[in-house]
């Protein structure tokens, strides 16, 4: 049984977030962190692996810089990374890099009671699109929004999360599952006797020569051209003023918030 | 000379940040105030395998060196000093078991202190032997028919004294040889006639618990002297060099964190109109804070580097000790005259890292003997 791991490194958006002058995000001048949701998506596989001794692979699609978070992800606990790099891959939107990560995980093999695990979305796109996307893709099962799963046998019961509640899912292995962060749940740390062994643990990169006989891989599928999603315009939208704040309950106050909204032609 | 980090060595330097920013700084103002060793500290830094950073893997370490020890103590007391010196200070007590263990010895005591959170202190100083660590007056005696030796004497000033469960003590076997009848051993808490005594009431460093130790026939058994009987006085001045690393890594994390939080109060504290950041005096106490701080941590990784290649580093080690540590004590002080009257409040960090600092120049032997030591190379 493994458990793929599918993460993103992302611009810290926490420190300063630096915007080129076409409105674009200036992510060489930015720190990189690994995608929070993504961090959960790793812990709770590990949650699994702690339980099982199940094999936990960690898989990326990005430059080849981003070795360093996947030997961060090893040392946390994963047992293996995969890193898919090339040229040909660049530009891709989420429809294209949904389409070349399945190429990579069909490339590995996806066993009956393996399983993909994804962050419910990243926090520089936010699209939460490219879990689902590879779920289609590998034609598996897929449930998002996860917070808590839990595995016996071939079957897998997740709690899926909703605005205003939640619902419990059972389905089969193979499955795709998108993971969210909550409150209580926190990513553990890397252990000292990971990151002593980070760099020594086996380390895969998938390159365009190496996929490129997978049938997922076709040139009006990947990459730039393969991508879909056309970007007309990006821009920092102006801050917004103060807004103002009315008091009371009453009659008077409704009104005047009643005048203020035909003023602004609101209502 | 190269400095830089490999990549495992960047990564623990990222941990150990994050680790001590996430669970130690939460802790720090705390347990300063209520005097308390922070257990669940000490719990989680064994649960990542802090606490055997610079052990090999075999006995339960992270496999480390020097080098990786200087890293965590540092980013550990970039926001707690009292956590970072905890470490720095367990760590003596395994280094110390591996240097002059038996393989028995070794196996038993070893992987308790490296990863099962068991705490260990180094126990040399007495009243009466402190900079003078020649005067220790505790006995170890011999029992034929038991196969133990007795001890009897008292301790002070002992970090962790009150919470470790494994000691290496420091008793003279044959008192009349000075220094050379002094031998080591480890005790357990557990002995029959081991005890402590008083925790200090310290003017810093409180989360660091200080204690006497109290040895009344004290029964160790003979198995448990550590290296060769009347070998004890090296062991520990050996010892004592690496704990004066540690201590320099103390210091130049404390500079550190105190330097962090000077230059973010100088950008956010507004006076005439204008961050104080812009005025020059502020600027220039900056640089100076930022250059001294630099050229200590220099002089640190001379003596990481020197402890990690050579045999013999006491000089490296007594002039990073005592660089570091009158840096660390500088750069609070400017740091807390950059935040004025708030740097002054128990709600703010400084007044406490100030009081920390000070340790510094004091323990694991006073800038003074770290002169003596310095000198004594220079005039012979």
């Given at each position: 049984?493994?458990?793929?791991?599918?993460v993103k490194?992302?611009?810290?958006?926490?420190g300063?977030v630096?915007?080129n002058?076409?409105?674009?995000?200036n992510?060489a001048?930015?720190e990189?962190i690994?995608?929070?949701d993504?961090?959960?998506a790793?812990?709770q596989?590990l949650?699994?692996k702690?339980e099982?001794g199940?094999q936990?692979?960690a898989v990326?699609?990005g430059?080849?810089?981003?070795?360093?978070?996947?030997r961060?992800?090893?040392?946390?606990g994963?047992d293996?990374a995969?890193?898919?790099?090339?040229r040909?891959?660049?530009g891709?939107d989420t429809?294209?890099t949904s389409?070349i990560?399945?190429?990579?995980i069909?490339h590995?093999?996806?066993?009956e009671d393996?399983m993909?695990f994804?962050g419910r979305q990243?926090?520089?796109?936010?699209?939460a699109?490219v879990g689902?996307?590879?779920a289609?893709?590998?034609g598996?099962?897929?449930i998002s929004?996860?917070?808590e799963?839990?595995?016996?046998?071939?079957?897998v019961?997740?709690?899926?999360?909703l605005?205003d509640?939640?619902?419990m899912?059972?389905?089969?292995t193979?499955?795709?599952?998108?993971c969210?962060s909550?409150q209580?749940?926190?990513?553990r740390?890397?252990?000292?006797?990971?990151i002593?062994?980070s760099?020594e643990?086996?380390?895969q990169i998938f390159?365009?020569?190496e996929?490129?006989?997978?049938?997922?891989?076709q040139?009006?599928?990947i990459g730039?051209?393969g991508?879909?999603?056309n970007?007309?315009?990006?821009f920092t939208?102006p801050?917004k003023?103060i807004?103002?704040m009315?008091?009371?309950?009453?009659?008077?106050?409704?009104?005047t918030l009643?005048?203020k909204?035909?003023?602004?032609?609101?209502? | 000379?190269?400095f830089?980090?490999t990549k495992?060595?960047?990564?623990l330097?990222?941990?150990a940040a994050q680790?001590?920013?996430?669970?130690?700084?939460p802790?720090a103002?705390e347990i300063?105030?209520?005097h308390?060793f922070p257990?669940?500290?000490?719990?989680k830094?064994?649960?990542?395998?802090?606490?055997?950073v610079n052990i090999?893997?075999?006995?339960?370490g992270?496999?480390?060196?020097?080098?990786?020890?200087?890293?965590?103590?540092?980013?550990f007391?970039?926001?707690?000093?009292?956590?970072?010196?905890?470490?720095?200070?367990?760590?003596?007590?395994?280094?110390?078991i591996?240097?002059h263990g038996?393989k028995e010895q070794?196996e038993?005591?070893?992987?308790q202190?490296t990863?099962?959170?068991?705490l260990?202190?180094?126990a040399l100083?007495?009243?009466?032997?402190?900079t003078?660590a020649a005067?220790?007056?505790?006995t170890?005696v011999?029992?034929?028919?038991t196969?133990?030796?007795i001890l009897n004497g008292t301790?002070?000033?002992?970090?962790g004294?009150?919470?470790?469960?494994?000691?290496?003590i420091f008793?003279m076997t044959?008192p009349?040889?000075?220094t050379?009848g002094?031998?080591?051993?480890i005790v357990e808490?557990a002995?029959?006639g081991?005890?402590?005594?008083?925790?200090?009431n310290?003017m810093?460093l409180?989360?660091s618990?200080?204690?006497?130790l109290v040895l009344?026939?004290c029964r160790?058994?003979?198995k448990?002297m550590?290296?060769k009987?009347n070998k004890?006085?090296?062991?520990?001045?050996?010892a004592?060099d690496?704990a004066?690393v540690?201590?320099?890594?103390?210091a130049v994390g404390?500079?550190e964190g105190?330097?962090?939080l000077?230059?973010?109060?100088?950008?956010?504290?507004?006076q005439?109109g204008k961050?104080?950041?812009r005025?020059?005096?502020?600027?220039?106490?900056l640089?100076?804070m930022?250059?001294?701080?630099?050229?200590a941590k220099?002089?640190m990784?001379?003596?990481?580097y020197?402890a990690e290649?050579?045999k013999r580093?006491?000089?490296e080690?007594s002039?990073?000790?005592l660089?570091c540590?009158q840096?660390?004590r500088e750069?609070?002080n400017?740091?807390?005259q950059?935040?004025g009257?708030?740097?002054?409040?128990?709600?703010y960090?400084l007044?406490?890292?100030?009081?920390?600092?000070k340790l510094?120049?004091?323990?694991e032997g006073t800038?003074?003997?770290?002169?003596?030591v310095?000198s004594r190379?220079?005039?012979?």
């Amino acid at each position: 049984m493994r458990i793929f791991v599918c993460v993103k490194q992302v611009p810290d958006t926490s420190g300063t977030v630096a915007v080129n002058e076409d409105g674009t995000l200036n992510r060489a001048s930015m720190e990189t962190i690994i995608n929070p949701d993504d961090l959960i998506a790793m812990e709770q596989a590990l949650q699994i692996k702690d339980e099982t001794g199940c094999q936990v692979t960690a898989v990326t699609m990005g430059p080849p810089p981003a070795e360093g978070m996947l030997r961060e992800l090893v040392a946390m606990g994963a047992d293996d990374a995969i890193l898919i790099s090339g040229r040909e891959f660049g530009g891709s939107d989420t429809f294209a890099t949904s389409q070349i990560i399945a190429a990579g995980i069909t490339h590995v093999g996806l066993q009956e009671d393996d399983m993909v695990f994804c962050g419910r979305q990243a926090i520089d796109g936010d699209t939460a699109q490219v879990g689902p996307q590879i779920a289609e893709k590998l034609g598996l099962p897929q449930i998002s929004y996860a917070s808590e799963i839990t595995k016996e046998g071939n079957e897998v019961t997740v709690k899926r999360m909703l605005e205003d509640g939640y619902m419990m899912i059972k389905t089969k292995t193979p499955c795709l599952i998108t993971c969210i962060s909550d409150q209580d749940k926190k990513a553990r740390y890397m252990s000292l006797a990971g990151i002593k062994h980070s760099y020594e643990s086996p380390y895969q990169i998938f390159d365009f020569e190496e996929l490129k006989d997978e049938p997922l891989i076709q040139p009006d599928k990947i990459g730039l051209k393969g991508s879909p999603t056309n970007i007309f315009k990006s821009f920092t939208p102006p801050q917004k003023g103060i807004g103002e704040m009315l008091e009371g309950a009453d009659m008077k106050t409704a009104e005047t918030l009643a005048a203020k909204l035909l003023e602004k032609h609101a209502i | 000379m190269d400095f830089s980090l490999t990549k495992e060595q960047e990564m623990l330097k990222k941990l150990a940040a994050q680790f001590a920013e996430e669970e130690l700084e939460p802790m720090a103002q705390e347990i300063d105030e209520q005097h308390v060793f922070p257990v669940e500290n000490f719990a989680k830094m064994a649960k990542q395998g802090f606490t055997g950073v610079n052990i090999p893997e075999e006995y339960g370490g992270a496999g480390g060196g020097q080098l990786e020890k200087a890293i965590c103590v540092e980013e550990f007391c970039k926001k707690c000093m009292s956590s970072g010196a905890t470490l720095s200070i367990h760590l003596m007590a395994p280094e110390t078991i591996l240097k002059h263990g038996t393989k028995e010895q070794k196996e038993k005591y070893l992987p308790q202190l490296t990863k099962g959170g068991v705490l260990g202190a180094f126990a040399l100083t007495e009243p009466s032997a402190g900079t003078d660590a020649a005067g220790v007056r505790t006995t170890a005696v011999y029992d034929e028919a038991t196969d133990e030796y007795i001890l009897n004497g008292t301790k002070c000033f002992i970090t962790g004294g009150s919470r470790a469960d494994i000691l290496v003590i420091f008793a003279m076997t044959e008192p009349k040889l000075g220094t050379k009848g002094m031998s080591a051993f480890i005790v357990e808490r557990a002995f029959e006639g081991f005890d402590h005594g008083k925790i200090e009431n310290k003017m810093g460093l409180n989360g660091s618990e200080t204690a006497e130790l109290v040895l009344e026939d004290c029964r160790v058994p003979a198995k448990n002297m550590l290296g060769k009987k009347n070998k004890g006085f090296g062991m520990a001045m050996g010892a004592l060099d690496s704990a004066r690393v540690g201590v320099a890594a103390q210091a130049v994390g404390c500079a550190e964190g105190a330097l962090e939080l000077a230059v973010q109060y100088a950008s956010e504290r507004v006076q005439f109109g204008k961050p104080i950041n812009r005025l020059q005096g502020i600027q220039w106490y900056l640089a100076e804070m930022k250059t001294k701080t630099e050229a200590a941590k220099a002089l640190m990784l001379n003596a990481v580097y020197a402890a990690e290649t050579k045999k013999r580093y006491s000089i490296e080690a007594s002039m990073a000790k005592l660089f570091c540590s009158q840096t660390a004590r500088e750069v609070v002080n400017l740091a807390l005259q950059i935040h004025g009257g708030y740097g002054y409040m128990h709600d703010y960090p400084l007044e406490r890292m100030y009081r920390d600092a000070k340790l510094t120049e004091i323990y694991e032997g006073t800038s003074e003997v770290q002169k003596l030591v310095i000198s004594r190379s220079l005039v012979k």
